[in-house]
């Protein structure tokens, strides 16, 4: 993450739970309400704020990166960052969802948009933002494809609603999806790893095609041939974080059951350290939690 970190500094952006304490001035909650936050915290005051686009804010913060997070018993947040969690969603089910789940509607219904029928391809079926923009696309009446770099990966993949599941290990990935469209390829490819993978994602999009991303773990920096990107009336569209409508969305969608957390394991508070370790080991399927 391009943002430097004043440390000591408490991580931790996806975050539920009950309201503790309000600040005089806040009105419309009260203690004991059930919360999820909008970790992209934002002003409310800018002009991308006034039209609902949070995730714009000119003086936008991440929780748990700029200001202190989750990973405690209690987090200070500002009201307007506060979204109600609806009944029978669990604090285990948003804390999977807020930030990825949101992340992801953000991506497939503001970003840009689904039609019914459409070649949708999530890359990384078994990650946060791929497993729920899986169940996403499919809701919307998309055809899904999705891609796993193990057999485990791929079979969570095809658990969640993706049609066919492609091995990311295989070079030749782009070709197979090309075959599985019957050469039309993907109308909308839902990116967030970056590097090589997006350039891939360019070889197998359908004419007229659109590539969202929000993501650059895997390169910064992609060379783009622009022939066939203007030749073929692509769209390359970036996507960062949710707005409150998106993450509202989430919920009332994981509450209707349309959308299910992918969930490996829970850890205590005490135990975060395990947690990163096991994150790093890469030995895992979903989210990993942190329950205080
Ligand atoms: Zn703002």
Not at 182 to 209: I, M, S, T, Y
Not at 257 to 269: A, H, R, T, Y
Request: one cysteine or more; charged letters at 20%.
């Amino acid at each position: 993450m391009p943002i430097p970190v004043k440390l000591p500094r408490t991580a931790g952006g996806e975050i539920a739970g009950t309201i503790a304490a309000l600040g005089a001035d806040v009105s419309g909650w009260k203690a004991g309400d059930r919360v999820a936050i909008q970790s992209n915290l934002f002003c409310g005051k800018c002009e991308f704020c006034l039209r609902g686009e949070d995730s714009m804010c000119l003086r936008g913060e991440i929780l748990g990166v700029q200001r202190d997070g989750g990973f405690a018993e209690k987090v200070l947040v500002p009201a307007r960052a506060l979204v109600r969690l609806p009944e029978g969603v669990s604090f285990d089910a948003s804390a999977a969802l807020t930030l990825a789940g949101s992340t992801a509607m953000h991506m497939l219904t503001n970003r840009t948009q689904v039609n019914p029928g459409d070649w949708v391809l999530a890359i990384g079926g078994a990650s946060g933002v791929g497993s729920a923009a899986i169940q996403i696309a499919k809701q919307l009446g998309a055809r899904v494809i999705s891609t796993g770099s193990t057999e485990a990966k791929r079979t969570l993949a095809k658990s969640l609603g993706a049609e066919f599941v492609v091995d990311s290990n295989d070079p030749k990935w782009p070709a197979e999806i090309r075959k599985i469209t019957n050469k039309h390829g993907a109308d909308v490819v839902v990116e967030h790893v970056g590097g090589e993978v997006l350039g891939k994602c360019f070889d197998c999009l359908a004419r007229g095609g659109t590539i969202v991303t929000c993501g650059a773990t895997a390169g910064k920096d992609v060379p783009l041939n622009l022939w066939p990107f203007f030749v073929k009336q692509h769209r390359l569209i970036g996507s960062y974080g949710r707005n409150r409508a998106d993450l509202d969305v989430t919920l009332q969608w994981a509450a209707a059951g349309k959308l299910k957390p992918v969930i490996d394991s829970v850890f205590p508070l005490s135990q975060t350290a395990e947690a990163f370790a096991k994150l790093r080991s890469r030995n895992f399927l979903g989210k990993l939690l942190v329950r205080p």
